[in-house]
């Protein structure tokens, strides 16, 4: 190997190491996307043991949380603890982060529609649920994709209505959000149905 050569190799495992210290940071504020973008432009790859010291810490702070009582913040490091380990196994696949329902069995109570702009979910339509107001569910939802690392990505509320699952298993969604107006209760339905296959929906004014 010649003097050249011997700096050519030099600066490119330089550039690499350099690079995965950028995706490393990103990782460690659950910048998914950006990571993502600096993997590929850098050819980085990562081992688990790359994500191991940045969830062990995660989960440090969230014990924290938990016993200090702050339960919305222990939830979101739990989120940010997930989304982490989904990209350590799947990379970054919308799909497998983003839920496209989140609604519990049983659940009586508001819902809320929202699509997202921006990055890789660019036209996903999701529906969520979980607070007595809507404003309440976007916002839940908005730190959700943050938490998630979506940083490129915006939510938009497209319309609220109210779930109730009925004692003989059919779901009914009815009524209208006071803030964002009534949602698309067919897409709402259709959603509803993936997520709970067999079950009548029915819906309502």
């Known amino acids: 190997m010649n003097h050249t050569e011997s700096i050519d190799n030099a600066s490119i495992c330089r550039e690499v190491y350099e690079g995965k210290e950028h995706v490393l940071a990103y990782l460690r504020a659950v910048k998914l996307e950006l990571a993502m973008t600096a993997m590929n432009e850098f050819q980085v790859s990562l081992q688990e043991s790359d ?13 924290y949380y938990h016993s200090k009582g702050e339960i919305r913040s222990a939830n979101r490091l739990s989120c940010r603890i997930r989304a982490l380990k ?27 529609l929202v699509s997202f702009s921006g990055g890789v979910i660019e036209g996903m ?23 998630l690392g979506f940083v490129n990505s915006h939510v938009t509320p497209a319309g609220g209505a ?29 959603l509803i149905g993936k997520a709970f296959p067999g079950r009548t929906i029915l819906t309502r004014k």
């Open 125 to 147: 339509v999701c529906l969520r649920s979980g607070d007595d107001w809507h404003r309440e569910i976007l916002r839940n939802t908005e730190e959700e994709i943050r938490d």
């Open 162 to 190: 109210f779930v109730k699952f009925k004692a003989n298993g059919n779901i009914i969604v009815s009524g209208s959000s006071d803030d964002f107006g009534v949602c698309d209760k067919v897409i709402a339905a259709e």
């Open 51 to 63: 994500f191991k010291p940045i969830i062990d810490s995660l989960k440090e702070k969230t014990r």
């Open 86 to 112: 989904i990209f350590r196994d799947h990379g970054l696949d919308p799909e497998k982060l983003i839920p496209i329902v989140e609604l519990p069995e049983g659940y009586r109570g508001k819902i809320l």
